[in-house]
């Protein structure tokens, strides 16, 4: 048994079964045992992989939007260039080296990291060297100021509530004990049908649904920032871009599907974004949303094409690795179609670079 399970195992014998939220907030965050406070995830050696480990392409296109934002922003002299959970600091350290390319933006940049992880903060540490970067534990202390906001993969990783349908009414899922094992029950008590999306009122018996109020409610704060101050976000992340029923909590280890409840604190532990509730919540708290696009589509419109070509005539003996590693970030297959992005800005802000087609 995990050192976290041994906590859950004592937190539900004390406390009775608790939410599905609850599980993923303990096994990905607990301060001692939790999954991102013990280790570095990424990589080939990790459990999974993240578009910007795949290729520097990925941090450099974005960087490059960064600069364009800022130019269509009236090139303030003061920026925070913010990240949510950031990893190893492998985008931003590609963005800032793209953004070279105006440096007066670099001269007006503050960076603001939110990280959790003391494993990760270490190595972005060392990655970031040299730049003006500022460590937070949320976004609540990142101070006031013109923001462009980045989350690649972030969002995935911020805990979801989910609700079944029985045969009269929808229940919490909830992680109990049974057996001597953790296992899923519901709630005895119905979910208030006010807190239920319409669409799902009819749906059949054991179909699923998931919310996610951390997720609205870091969205809240990041639009709420950028009414005031100006700027925007941009959220990278997989997902959906209407909300939908679905059961999509899923555990990843060594680069394989695990159990979602049998090695709690040693495997990823993630959800499907919705993208429509993400939407709704920056309309909600006055910004406006661009798209969802696909990763592919924003990618292609940003230029990953002419971005590899150049990249490959100047490294021939590479050539084959990078035209590999621009189909895996652009491929309908592959991450292309499953990863899905999504701007906020002000609601009199025109679309942002890669947008000008978007919904
Ligand atoms: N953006 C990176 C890493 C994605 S993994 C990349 O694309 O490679 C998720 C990241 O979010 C990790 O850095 C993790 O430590 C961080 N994280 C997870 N939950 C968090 C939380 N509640 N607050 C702040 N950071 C969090």
Same mark, same amino acid.
């Given at each position: 048994m995990t050192a976290l399970a041994g906590h859950l195992r004592r937190l539900i014998a004390a406390d009775g079964p608790i939410p599905v939220s609850r599980y993923m /907030?303990? /096994? @990905?965050g607990h301060p001692e045992h939790g999954y991102y406070v013990t280790r570095d995830p990424l990589g080939r050696d990790g459990d999974?992989? %993240?578009a910007p480990e795949i290729s520097?392409?990925? #941090?450099e296109l974005i960087g490059l939007w960064c600069v364009d934002l800022w130019q269509r922003l009236g090139a303030p002299g003061r920026l925070q260039l913010l990240e949510l959970g950031? #990893?190893? #600091?492998?985008l931003m350290a590609d963005a800032l080296r793209a953004a070279r390319v105006r440096p007066d933006f670099g001269a007006a940049v503050a960076v603001h990291l939110v990280e959790t992880s003391p /494993? @990760? %903060?270490a190595l972005q540490q060392d990655r970031l060297r040299g730049h003006d970067v500022t460590w937070h534990q949320s @976004?609540? =202390?990142v101070p006031p100021g013109t923001i462009v906001a980045i989350a690649n993969e972030f969002f995935d990783a911020l805990p979801v509530r989910q609700f079944e349908r029985r045969e009269a009414s929808w229940h919490e899922r909830l992680v109990a004990v049974r057996d001597d094992r953790l296992g899923f029950v519901l709630a005895p008590t119905p979910l208030s049908p006010k807190l239920l999306p319409a669409s799902l009122a009819a749906g059949p018996v054991g179909s699923t649904f998931e919310i996610a109020p951390a997720r609205q409610a870091v969205m809240t704060a990041l639009t709420e920032r950028i009414a005031r101050h100006g700027g925007a976000a941009l959220v990278i992340d997989y997902g959906h871009a209407r909300s939908g029923s679905g059961d999509t909590l899923q555990a990843v280890k060594r680069h394989a599907y695990h159990d979602v409840l049998s090695d709690p604190g040693e495997a990823d532990l993630t959800a499907h974004v919705d993208f429509e509730a993400?939407?709704?919540a920056a =309309? /909600?708290?006055g910004g406006k949303a661009h798209g969802p696009l696909s990763q592919g589509a924003f990618l292609g419109a940003l230029g990953i094409d002419s971005r590899a070509d150049r990249l490959a005539a100047g490294s021939p003996e590479k050539a084959a690795e990078i035209r590999q590693a621009r189909d895996r970030l652009v491929a309908a297959a592959e991450m292309g179609r499953l990863f899905k992005v999504l701007a906020v800005t002000r609601p009199d802000f025109g679309a942002p670079a890669g947008f000008e087609t978007a919904p």
């Open positions: /907030a303990e /096994a @990905l999974f992989i %993240t520097q392409m990925f #941090g950031p #990893g190893r #600091g492998t /494993a @990760l %903060t @976004l609540e =202390s993400l939407a709704e =309309s /909600a708290a």
